[in-house]
Each structure stands twice: as C-alpha cells, then as structure tokens.
C-alpha cells in the first residue's frame, strides 16, 4: 500500500486542519480543506494561514495539480481561488455541492446567475471515482450525513475524511445542517471503519476535547473501531441516531457558518460585487 506524505497545518481560530498530500516518488501534490481567514467583527478576510501552505509548497519544489475540498465547510472560509492563483491545480469536490447549492441558493435568495449545477468547481466527483496525483492513486468515498456532499479521499494508506468522524474520544460530526441526515451518517461512518486496520485517518477538525487533552487530528482506523465513542467498539445504530439527534438538538450554530456556506458553495470566490464595488454577505432572519 502506498504511504503518501502528509503535512498538516492548523488553523486555532477555526480548529480547522488542512494538509497537502505529496506523491512518495514525485513532488506533484494536493491541497485538501484549506482556510482563508476572515474576521467576523471587521468583515476583512486575509491570507496568513492560505500563505503557510504556499511557502511550504515553494519551499519544497512541489507541483500542485488538485485543490480538494471534502464538503462545503460551515466553519471556515476556502482558501481554493487564492491558492490556485498562486499554485495552479483544480479544484473539486463531490457532485452531491450541487444538492448543497439548492438548498442554500434559497436560503441566501442568491442572485439568478448563481447555478447549483457546481460549474464554479473545476471538477465533481462521484463515489467511487479515482483520480492520480503523480504516481499516487486516490479513491473517493462519498460519506455524507454531515452534509449531503461529503466525500473522503483515500490516498494509500490515508484517508481524509473531512467532518465525518473526530478523534476516538470526540465521536462523531453533528447531523442537523440542512441535507444532514444521523442514519446516513452512521451508514457512512461504517464505510470507514471498514478500511484496512492501519489506514492513517486525517480529520478536518478537532477541539481538544473541550480542553481536556492536546489538539490532535490523526488516528488510525483501528483506533476508530475500537474506541470512538459514538460509533466504535460495536455501537448500535439505532442507539446512535438517538443520540446525535437528541445531541444536535443542543449545538447552536457554527460561528462563521452564514459567512462560509455562502463562499463555499462558490468554490471559495466572495459574492459578486454590487454597485458600489463592495462585496456583501447576507444574513438571513430566522431562516436555520
């Protein structure tokens, strides 16, 4: 089984990890769940976490050939146009953002040349496709329940499986956004476990188990079967469903969610500017 590298960088203001994949016998690579920072209070975005992954790129002669995102993320702002700017490579995600687009194209009452047909990607995968960076071959998963749209991307012995799981003492993603579903993110959670026993799972996020342990986002799959506490060690599914509904049901609303579904769905670009020259996010009334 191939072993890419993996290096990872962490963004504490979102919790959020994202990675840059390299090939073990070349220097072309990927970027998966990027971050573009962005100030609620001030409505300014910048770069500084976009700029790390970018230096490390440079730095190591690396080719990017694919900016991937695992799902239209609701805590974070993608940082995909700016690295492609700089890096090249495509961007993607899985077919299902279309369905993500519908829904939010409503909520947001975006403008009528907004098309949730995921056009603003360079390319939609669907369950089961492959895809090489360099010599490397990754297979895509679809594992929605978060989302519709989440994919994890099994390159080698690694597995990128966005929001889908934690870390074995954190359980699982919540399931409440609209198009989530527990029973489908059960079913996809399984999907994962089912992988070899050493495959390496790189999470999208992790949150120190509300302080009581380091930041950590890589366990393996064993771990993840043995121990996660929500879907490990032979939990029931409808015991699950029970608890992430009755769970959910007490999470507010991720802090940049309004923000970031609106540029996510867009494959990361700001709105288009009005009259003006200015750029503007919406914020819906009681519409989650």
């Not at 089984?1 to 990890?17: G, K, L, R, W």
């Not at 359980?171 to 579903?181: N, S, V």
């Not at 970031?260 to 009259?275: F, M, T």
């Amino acid at each position: 089984m191939q072993q890419p590298t993996v290096i990872s960088f962490f963004d504490e203001a979102t919790f959020t990890a994202s990675y840059i994949v390299q090939d073990p016998d070349s220097n072309k690579a990927a970027i998966i769940d990027s971050v573009l920072d962005f100030d609620p209070k001030s409505g300014r975005t910048n770069t500084e976490s976009a700029d790390e992954i970018i230096a490390h790129v440079k730095k190591h002669g690396l080719e990017v050939e694919w900016i991937l995102e695992t799902h239209a993320h609701a805590d974070h702002l993608t940082a995909a146009p700016y690295l492609k700017k700089n890096l090249g490579g495509k961007t993607a995600i899985g077919e299902h953002i279309k369905d993500v687009q519908t829904i939010f194209r409503d909520v947001f009452n975006l403008e009528k040349s907004f098309l949730p047909d995921g056009s603003q990607f360079d390319h939609l995968f669907n369950d089961a496709d492959t895809f090489m960076i360099g010599g490397l071959k990754v297979l895509v998963m679809h594992t929605p329940g978060h989302t519709p749209a989440c994919i994890s991307y099994i390159a080698g012995d690694a597995a990128f499986v966005g929001d889908t799981l934690f870390m074995p003492d954190a359980g699982t993603a919540r399931a409440d956004f609209p198009g989530g579903d527990a029973h489908t993110l059960f079913q996809s959670t399984q999907k994962i476990l089912a992988l070899p026993d050493e495959t390496r799972i790189f999470l999208c996020h992790d949150y120190g188990a509300d302080g009581k342990r380091e930041i950590a986002y890589t366990t393996t799959v064993k771990a993840e079967r043995e121990a996660n506490i929500h879907v490990g060690a032979g939990k029931d599914e409808a015991a699950y469903i029970k608890m992430r509904e009755a769970r959910d049901a007490t999470l507010g609303m991720p802090n940049l969610i309004l923000p970031s579904i609106q540029v996510n769905i867009r494959a990361g670009e700001l709105p288009p500017a009005e009259d003006n020259g200015v750029r503007y996010m919406k914020l819906p009334i009681d519409a989650l």
